[in-house]
């Protein structure tokens, strides 16, 4: 047998979890979910889950969707439609579609499995792999699910390590020496420390390790209890902490890394302050999250489109982009662009100027713009001399400013704005 049939991963499904509502990165999420967000000048965020899933050897993998799904599952079905059932690969699209009661949407993360029962079957999987599609990270899930199946354990917990009053907003897994989950605890007041390193502790990062044949008694049990709320945090794993074996798996042994010494990365990019920073950070000179990696790929949609263009060359008219990311199908024309992330079919007008700016796809800015420390969404026509983010008093009148200074600028905003003067 060669080591490549050994793999659990092989024997093994992921069942991404991607439907949840995104509120707090407010308009952005208007009319896409968040794991359909983009992120990084051409992906989205739940290519980061699907690409760890591929090249950890997953051939199998499922999408459970239920709000403003179009833009996500459009996604999936441009970027992700390379798995051939004839090789035993499928990626499967799960919307909340009332299959089990014509009344009953996804009313819960482990409901949303529970009503796939039928499906997951079918694969003929040994273990399945719960995952939260709203994260950026790089992972390898083979390592956990070699550690679950070592460990003997009914669920294995992916966990970051944090400092511990850090922890509060997390699920904090309080463990023994072995890792072994004694108690699991919802965004406590108090987070216990590891044993051995007391200043941190073990965050749940949302994903979940099962033998497939444990984890449909469950849900079936789970599905039948009036009382549950049908949530993987909320109920199953505190029922396994209590009467199974709960292991608690630590991101830092599988965190892919582009090199030795580089740092565990994993961002919730769930607020716009958050978002626009982990998109900002990419342009530093040496990002904590590489994209250039071939080794571990970020998979996606790439649109056919032609190499970025930089065009003039006078004193206050030089198309030119210092410390940023300008991704394919860009016209930058007399624009001075700085600190910024431009995705893709961003085009920028004459005298004008972007300063630590992320500029979803198809934005145009015309001439004698200036934009400063904020995220415009896809397809925003700035117009001519607009100014933002240099008075942030000026732009809440007409903008969303974020509790860090960040402005988010949306057509509809730009639309009322107009309509206003």
């Not at 029962?117 to 070699?146: P, T």
């Not at 716009?272 to 904590?288: G, H, Q």
């Not at 065009?311 to 198309?319: C, F, L, V």
């Not at 200074?405 to 309509?419: C, E």
Request: charged letters at 25%; glycine letters at 6%; proline letters at 5%.
């Amino acid at each position: 047998m060669s080591p490549n049939n050994n793999r659990l991963s092989n024997r093994t499904m992921a069942f991404v979890l991607a439907g949840g509502r995104g509120s707090r990165l407010k308009e952005l999420t208007d009319n896409r979910v968040k794991p359909a967000v983009f992120f990084g000048g051409k992906t989205r965020i739940i290519d980061f889950a699907l690409s760890n899933a591929l090249n950890s050897g997953i051939r199998k993998m499922a999408v459970a969707t239920q709000y403003k799904a179009h833009s996500l599952i459009r996604h999936c079905q441009r970027g992700w439609n390379f798995f051939r059932a004839e090789r035993n690969e499928y990626l499967d699209i799960l919307p909340a579609s009332q299959r089990v009661d014509e009344n009953k949407w996804y009313v819960g993360t482990a409901d949303a499995v529970t009503q796939n029962i039928d499906i997951i079957d079918s694969y003929d999987v040994d273990y399945v792999l719960i995952l939260a599609g709203d994260h950026i990270y790089k992972m390898d899930y083979e390592i956990m699910l070699r550690e679950h199946v070592d460990a003997n354990a009914d669920v294995t917990v992916g966990c970051l390590t944090v400092p511990r009053m850090e922890a509060t907003a997390f699920g904090v897994m309080h463990v023994d020496e072995t890792d072994e989950i004694t108690q699991f605890l919802e965004k406590p007041a108090d987070p216990p420390g590891i044993p051995g390193d007391p200043e941190n502790a073990l965050a749940s990062m949302g994903i979940y390790v099962f033998k497939w044949s444990y984890l449909r008694e469950l849900l079936i049990a789970d599905g039948q209890d009036p009382n549950s709320s049908h949530d993987f945090g909320g109920d199953l794993i505190p029922y396994i902490v209590k009467n199974g074996k709960a292991q608690a798996h630590r991101f830092d042994n599988s965190c892919v890394r582009h090199e030795k010494e580089a740092p565990s990365y994993w961002r919730d990019v769930g607020t716009v302050d958050a978002f626009w920073k982990a998109n900002i950070d990419l342009t530093d000179f040496d990002p904590d999250l590489n994209l250039w990696d071939t080794n571990w790929p970020i998979w996606t949609y790439s649109e056919s489109v032609p190499p970025a263009k930089f065009i003039h060359d006078q004193a206050e008219r030089r198309g030119s982009a210092v410390s940023s990311l300008v991704s394919g199908g860009c016209i930058v024309s007399g624009t001075e662009i700085r600190n910024s992330l431009l995705f893709t079919q961003v085009h920028t007008n004459s005298f004008s100027l972007l300063d630590h700016v992320v500029a979803l796809p198809y934005v145009n800015v015309a001439r004698s713009a200036r934009l400063t420390n904020c995220v415009v969404d896809r397809g925003v026509q700035i117009p001519e001399g607009l100014v933002v983010g240099e008075d942030p008093e000026e732009d809440k009148k007409w903008f969303r400013v974020s509790e860090g200074g960040v402005t988010l600028v949306t057509q509809s905003m730009l639309n009322a704005r107009a309509a206003a003067e």
